[in-house]
C-alpha cells in the first residue's frame, strides 16, 4: 500500500421514488438553481416532472439549460456558463446522464471564473471556487455522481480531455434506478464497459503490488457487472439487476479502487477519447475495442502483467488455468466473451474505422498525450496496440 | 438492493510520516484544541511528538485531557466535557485507538450541549451541534475513524452502549500504519476479529437477498483481514500488513457494507457488549466468542441462512462441498479455525466465565436490549446461543 488521501463528501441518495427528497436539499445552497437536461429524454421518462415538482415544493427558483449531447462539447459548454452568470443561480443542479453531469461540473466551475472554462481542462488554470452542483442520475456508467471529474470534448480541436477538482464533487446526487430502465441494450452494454474499464484501469496498471484490498474491491464489483448485465439487457425493468449496477458503477469510480495502489494510469480511456473525439464512437464502445488490444499488450510486457491478469481471469470468471500465460490468454478471451455477449464491439472494424481510421486514433492519441501524461503510449505503441484488437 | 442513503464525509490522510499534516488541518477549525488520549502508549511510540511537533507549528493552542481507557466510560467521559468547556476549545483532536476515539466523539457531542451526555447514548436527547473532531488513529480495529459511531459504557449501571449521529464523523482522520506495529499480538488478534465482526454483522442478518455488491464486498475485505492477521501476529513490523489490515478495517465499518441492505441488526455486537461491560473482556474476545455460538444458532434457523453461511465459506475459506448443511458447518469450524490460530477465544470458558455467568451475560442482554432494538433476543435465546459456543 502507497500513502494517499481518500476525501469524498457526496451525499447519496439511492432507492426508488427519491427525487422528491430533492426539496429537502436544494434549500441548504441557495434560491436558484441552473437546472441542465440533455436532449429531452427525462421529460419523456418522467424524471423532468419530479425535479420540477420538488423545485417547487422547496421553493427554488430555476432557470432551464437542456441539449447537452453525448460526449458533451465546449461550445454548449460556453453556453451555459453565460447562462449561468446571465441567471446569477446559486447552484446547478443537473438531471440525466453522465455527460450532463460533467458538463455541470463544467459550468459549475466556469460560472465562478473570469478565464475560460476550457483552461481548467488543459491545465492552464485552476479554480478558486465552484458554484455547488446537486445531481438527479439518469444513466448508471460514468460514476461522475460521485467524485469531482468531467469530460468535455473540444470540437473544434478533436481535443477530449477530462479534469477533475476536489470543487466537483456532487454535494447531493440522487439514484433511482428506476429512471435507467429505459436506457437499451446498446447504451446498457456500453455503460457496463464504461463501470468495468474503470476499475480495470487502476487494477492493471498500478505500481503497487500490496493491494490485496483494492484487488479484492475490483474484482467483486467487475464480477457483479457481468452477473447483472445480460439480466438488465434481457429483462429492461428488473429493478434489482439495474439498481445493483447503479450502485456498482458509483462505487468503480469513486476514488475507492485506486487508493492506496500508488501511480496509476488510463490508457484505455486514453486511446478511447480519442476514437470519440474523432469518430463519435460511443464512450463505453471505444473501451471494449481499447481494452480488447490492450491487455494482450499489457500481458506479453512482463511477468507480473501475466499473473494479474491470470488472477483476474480466476477470481472474475472462474479460470481454473496452472499455466500463468495460457491462464492469461483464457482471461482476455473470457472478457473478450463478455463484451461479445452484450455486444460491445472489440475491434475498429467494428465500428466501421478502417487502418487509415487507426492511425488517425494513434495520431491523435499522440497529439492529446502531453495532456495525459502517458508518454510511452506514443504513436507507434498505440497503433500497434489497435492492430491486436480482434 | 433496498434504498439508502450514503454520506461519508471523513478525510481520511493514509501513510507512513503522515501525523504531520495535521498541521495543516487544524487551522480550518479554530485555534484551540483539547487533545484527547489513553493511558500513555502515544508517549512511548512518538506519536504523540509528532502530535504537539504538528499543532505547534500550525500555531494551534491545546489543552491535554488523557487517560482514556479501554471500553471507555461515563464518568472520564463527563470530566473531558467538562475541561473542554472550561477550556473553550474550537475542537477535540483524539489520539489513540477506538477507543480514544469514541470517548472524543462523546466529548465533542457533550461540550456542545447543555444535557448530560449519557442522554445522547439513552436516546433522551439529540444533539444539535458538536465540536469538530480530527483524529490521529494508532490503534486499526474499530472503524470509528470513519464513522459517526461512539460506544461508551456507563459503569454504575454495567449498560454499554452504542450511539451514532452525522455531527460525529471525524473532519480528518490521520491513519499511520506504522503507529500500529507496537500493538502486541493478543490486541491485534482482537483488532483482526472486531473488523471481520463488523462485516459480519450486516453480511448475515441482512433483510435482503439482492445483495451481490455488499456480499462481495465484506467477503473480499475478511478474506484479506484473514490472509494479514498471521503476517502481524508473526512479523508485527511488516509494515504492508499493518497497512493493509488498516485500511481494511476502516472500510469494513464506514457505511459501505450495510448500505442498500435494508434492515440488519448487531447481534454479535449486544452480547459481546454485555459480556464486556460485566467482565472486563476485551471487545475482540467478546466477539469471536459470541460469533463461535451465533453462528451455529443462525445456521439452523432457515434455508436461506444456511445458504449465506455456505456462501461464505466458498468465497472466504474456499470451501468447495456442495452439500449446504454441511458446507454451513464447515464455514463455521473454518471461521473457528481462524479465531483459534490467531488465539482468540471461542467459548466463555476461555476468559473464565463460567455457567452463572454466562447467565449473568444473558440477563445484562435483555436489560440492555430495549436500547439496542432487538427483542428477539431474549434471556433465554442468548443463554442457549452461548451454550453453542465452544
Known amino acids: 500500500m502507497q500513502s494517499f488521501t481518500f476525501h469524498n463528501p457526496t451525499k447519496i441518495i439511492f432507492g426508488e421514488n427519491t427525487i422528491g427528497k430533492l426539496a429537502e436539499e436544494t434549500p441548504k445552497y441557495g434560491k436558484k438553481a441552473l437546472l441542465v437536461s440533455g436532449k429531452g429524454a427525462i421529460k419523456k421518462n418522467g424524471v423532468y416532472d419530479q425535479v420540477i415538482a420538488a423545485l417547487r415544493q422547496a421553493g427554488t427558483e430555476f432557470a432551464e439549460f437542456s441539449g447537452v449531447q453525448a460526449n458533451p462539447v465546449l461550445s454548449h459548454t460556453r453556453a451555459g456558463i453565460e447562462l449561468a452568470k446571465k441567471e446569477n443561480v446559486d447552484m446547478v443542479i443537473a438531471a440525466g446522464g453522465g455527460s450532463v453531469l460533467d458538463e455541470a461540473k ?91 474499464t474503470h476499475l480495470m484501469e487502476s487494477y492493471f496498471t498500478c505500481e503497487d503490488t500490496d493491494t490485496l484490498i483494492q484487488d479484492r474491491y475490483v474484482e467483486g464489483l467487475i464480477r457483479t457487472i457481468v452477473d447483472v448485465t445480460e439480466t438488465m439487457i434481457r429483462t429492461p425493468d428488473d429493478y434489482q439487476a439495474r439498481a445493483v449496477f447503479m450502485w456498482a458503477a458509483t462505487l468503480a469510480w469513486n476514488n475507492i479502487a485506486p487508493s492506496g495502489v500508488g501511480h496509476w494510469c488510463t490508457p484505455n480511456h486514453l486511446i478511447g477519447h480519442s476514437m470519440s473525439a474523432l469518430f463519435g464512437t460511443p464512450h463505453g464502445a471505444s473501451l471494449s475495442i481499447a481494452l480488447s488490444g490492450w491487455l494482450v499488450w499489457y500481458s506479453g510486457e ?28 483464457l482471461a482476455i478471451e473470457a472478457l473478450r466473451g463478455w463484451f461479445h455477449r452484450i455486444h460491445s464491439p472489440t475491434k475498429p472494424a467494428d465500428i466501421g474505422v478502417d487502418d487509415a481510421g487507426l492511425l488517425q486514433v494513434a495520431e491523435n492519441v499522440e497529439f492529446c498525450n502531453p495532456h495525459w501524461g502517458m508518454p510511452q503510449y506514443n504513436k507507434d505503441l498505440v497503433a500497434s496496440i489497435l492492430k491486436l484488437c480482434r
Chains 1, 2 share one sequence.
Not at 463544467?106 to 491545465?123: L, P, R
Not at 483476474?312 to 492469461?328: C, S, W, Y
Open 302 to 329: 512482463s511477468g507480473r502483467n501475466g499473473a494479474k491478469l491470470a488472477q483476474f481471469g480466476k477470481r472474475v470468471f472462474d479460470i481454473n488455468e496452472p499455466v500463468t500465460v495460457r491462464a492469461a490468454e
Open 106 to 196: 463544467a459550468i459549475c466551475a466556469g460560472a465562478s471564473a473570469e478565464n475560460d472554462v476550457w483552461d481548467f481542462y488543459t491545465g492552464k488554470a485552476e479554480p478558486q471556487s465552484a458554484l455547488p452542483l446537486l445531481t438527479v442520475l439518469t444513466v448508471a456508467a460514468t460514476g461522475s455522481e460521485m467524485n469531482g471529474g468531467t469530460v468535455i470534448t473540444n470540437e473544434e480541436t478533436h481535443e477530449k480531455y477530462g479534469w477533475g477538482h476536489p470543487l466537483l464533487f456532487p454535494k447531493v446526487s440522487i439514484l433511482d434506478p428506476s429512471t435507467t430502465i429505459t436506457l437499451g441494450a446498446e447504451y446498457t452494454a456500453y455503460a457496463a464497459v464504461d463501470a468495468a
